[in-house]
């Protein structure tokens, strides 16, 4: 599949002296602050002056809870880091992603460093966290390691599961062609994990689920330098293979199975 995707319009960076170089301080109480007070979570986050997408673009955001903040922070992060937002080499500060946020630096510091855990970014002490930069090769790699893990377990999936489980399916392929038609990256790089994460979990290899779905993550990622990877059409093309692939899946076509995940695989890179 085709997975490296870039956009354009970065973010604004700015040094901070990092949390754990400055005094310990008391955790704010666990309610939630009043609107306006200092440290308040707005209803809805927004990345500079419009809404941030999360995963399902056309879903309605609910309201932020103190709880959620950091996870919510996260997800608008890696859809930045998908559509390209978040540059890679540019080095970000918490605190000036907070401002664009509209929260306190604390749950966007918190997301940072779950990000840095997953190698997306990399610490920049006393200045933040800048962006992994990551070229063609590493792509390839990424899509080469995927392909020796994904497609035996499809194969052995194919002749093992009935044609049933595979159309209850049918759903989230439908929901990736949607995404794709939207030409929203971030949206499709969601759909498509979804689809190719419910496949792999008829293994029942929740080990195998998450190792998968980090490489799959990793290999959404922008490349350094590169024009944007995905025009509408190419998601298009990308989101029919899912199609056709499940319809081969119910049909028991194992020829046609492994021809098309081969190549799936093969145009990642």
């Not at 932020?64 to 080499?89: C, F, H, W, Y």
């Not at 855990?117 to 992994?132: K, S």
């Not at 990308?238 to 492994?258: K, R, S």
Request: hydrophobic content about 45%; glycine content about 8%.
């Amino acid at each position: 599949m085709k997975h490296g995707v870039q956009g354009s319009a970065g973010a604004q960076s700015g040094a901070r002296v990092p949390a754990q170089q400055r005094p310990a301080r008391a955790e704010r109480p666990a309610h939630e602050p009043d609107a306006g007070a200092p440290g308040a979570v707005p209803d809805e986050l927004t990345w500079g002056d419009r809404p941030v997408a999360g995963p399902s673009a056309a879903a309605e955001r609910p309201s932020v809870r103190r709880a959620s903040v950091r996870g919510q922070i996260l997800e608008a992060l890696r859809t930045a880091l998908v559509t390209g937002e978040l540059r890679p080499g540019e080095v970000y500060s918490a605190p000036v992603l907070a401002e664009r946020f509209g929260v306190s630096a604390t749950p966007v510091r918190e997301a940072m460093q779950q990000l840095a855990l997953e190698g997306a970014v990399e610490v920049v002490p006393n200045r933040g966290f800048r962006v992994v930069e990551r070229g063609a090769r590493e792509l390839a790699e990424l899509a080469e390691v995927r392909e020796l893990i994904e497609v035996p377990v499809m194969l052995r999936l194919a002749r093992t599961v009935p044609a049933e489980r595979w159309a209850a399916l049918r759903p989230l392929a439908e929901d990736s062609v949607r995404a794709a038609a939207s030409g929203c990256p971030a949206a499709y790089a969601e759909s498509d994990r979804a689809f190719h994460r419910a496949m792999l979990g008829l293994s029942g290899n929740e080990e195998l689920c998450r190792i998968a779905d980090d490489l799959h993550r990793r290999a959404q990622w922008p490349l350094v330098g590169g024009a944007v990877r995905h025009a509408r059409a190419d998601l298009a093309a990308d989101a029919a293979e899912h199609v056709i692939l499940l319809d081969a899946l119910v049909a028991g076509d194992l020829d046609v199975v492994l021809g098309l995940v081969t190549e799936h695989f093969a145009g990642a890179n």
